[in-house]
């Protein structure tokens, strides 16, 4: 298995353009996760996605972040428009049963300039 | 809400020597999960340990065990043995159950870092 998936690796942008970070779970996984991670505020969760479904986006910061689930294997992120202040790194997660860990990618590191 | 409070915003320990690193939680639930996990400067997230809360015995992986104090709510991760290779960021997560508006939400404490000297 080739683990969660995040692209790209590493993106920087100037602010105010749009960014969408993508994000493919392990096949199989039913629950779905992104977070973010910065020195100040550690590791937030944002969203998380249960059979695609959104259920709880309550750590999205505001507005211009969304996020979508469109099939169980494939989901992303944006965020339109950026600021210096979404500058993290943000990790996707998924995870199969209730019992079992959750996997993470590798993350995709964001500067906004 | 849950919470999950590591104190420690870092830890020394000597190589070859034990190491504990702390973690407290806050849940009304009776069902959840608690997880460790470690995220070394390259920063990938490596799942370490689970530990279920009614689970009786402690968890262990290899070097790594969990105390388990379930009164204290208080899941601690004990590395024996501490080797270089592990010095890097140390998180405690813990698990919501499932079932009715709960949907195993996964929460994570604000990490400890461990430095391992030679």
């Known amino acids: 298995d080739a683990g969660v998936i995040q692209s790209p690796r590493h993106e920087v942008t100037e602010m105010g353009q749009e960014v969408t970070l993508r994000c493919k779970p392990i096949s199989g996984h039913d629950y779905l996760f992104w977070y973010r991670q910065t020195m100040m505020r550690g590791l937030e969760l944002l969203i998380y996605?249960?059979?695609?479904?959104?259920?709880?986006d309550s750590g999205m910061p505001e507005d211009r972040f969304s996020a979508k689930m469109p099939n169980a294997s494939f989901s992303t992120l944006k965020i339109q428009p950026s600021e210096p202040r979404d500058s993290a790194v943000y990790f996707c997660?998924?995870?199969?049963?209730?019992?079992?860990?959750?996997?993470f990618g590798q993350g995709t590191r964001l500067t906004v300039v | 809400a849950q919470k999950i409070t590591q104190t420690q915003p870092g830890m020394f320990v000597q190589e070859k020597e034990a190491v504990t690193l702390d973690c407290t939680y806050d849940?009304?639930?009776?069902?959840?999960?608690l997880f460790w996990y470690k995220q070394p400067s390259s920063g990938e997230m490596i799942f370490l340990i689970y530990q279920g809360s009614y689970d009786e015995q402690n968890a262990t992986e290899g070097r790594y065990s969990l105390n388990f104090q379930k009164a204290r709510k208080s899941a601690n991760l004990v590395i024996s043995a501490s080797q270089l290779g592990d010095s890097a960021m140390y998180f405690c997560?813990?698990?919501?159950?499932?079932?009715?508006?709960?949907?195993?939400?996964?929460?994570f404490g604000q990490g400890t870092i461990l430095t391992v000297h030679p």
């Open positions: 996605f249960n059979n695609n479904v959104p259920i709880d």
């Open positions: 849940t009304s639930d009776q069902s959840y999960g």
């Open positions: 997560a813990m698990r919501e159950p499932t079932g009715g508006t709960s949907y195993g939400k996964l929460t």
């Open positions: 997660a998924s995870r199969q049963l209730m019992n079992t860990e959750a996997f």
